[in-house]
């Protein structure tokens, strides 16, 4: 069983700052990928962004790109994400996401952290 455990959710003012953070445990796997997905009321979820461990290659929402960063560290399996200048369209819930293979596309999610951006 695989497990994702987020971090680092809570209220922050418009232009501020936040860091996510995200563990996987459980069984033992090496990813390809780990991302970060967000859903905000009344709407889908969205693709926010993503690190491929082999290059480190990182892709963002058009949105949060120059605001938002991710890295990690793939031997630990454990992502961040720092958001910078938010926004209040920023608040959602932000799930952590592991892809274990490149064609398996992202098979296991955290339970979410709740991100809230005041004005």
């Known amino acids: 069983q695989l497990y994702l455990v987020e971090s680092g959710g809570g209220l922050v003012q418009a232009g501020g700052s936040l860091r996510l953070s995200c563990a996987a445990s459980g069984r033992t796997f090496k990813s390809y990928a780990m991302g970060w997905f967000r859903q905000a009321p009344g709407k889908e979820r969205e693709f926010v962004a993503q690190?491929?461990?082999?290059?480190?290659?990182?892709y963002f929402l058009d949105s949060v790109k120059g605001r938002f960063t991710i890295g990690g560290d793939n031997t630990k399996n454990t992502v961040y994400l720092q958001i910078d200048s938010a926004r209040p369209e920023d608040t959602a819930v932000y799930y952590c996401?592991?892809?274990?293979?490149?064609?398996?596309?992202?098979?296991?999610w955290g339970q979410g952290t709740q991100v809230t951006v005041s004005s």
């Open positions: 996401a592991v892809a274990t293979t490149r064609s398996s596309g992202f098979d296991g």
């Open positions: 690190i491929t461990w082999n290059q480190g290659t990182t």
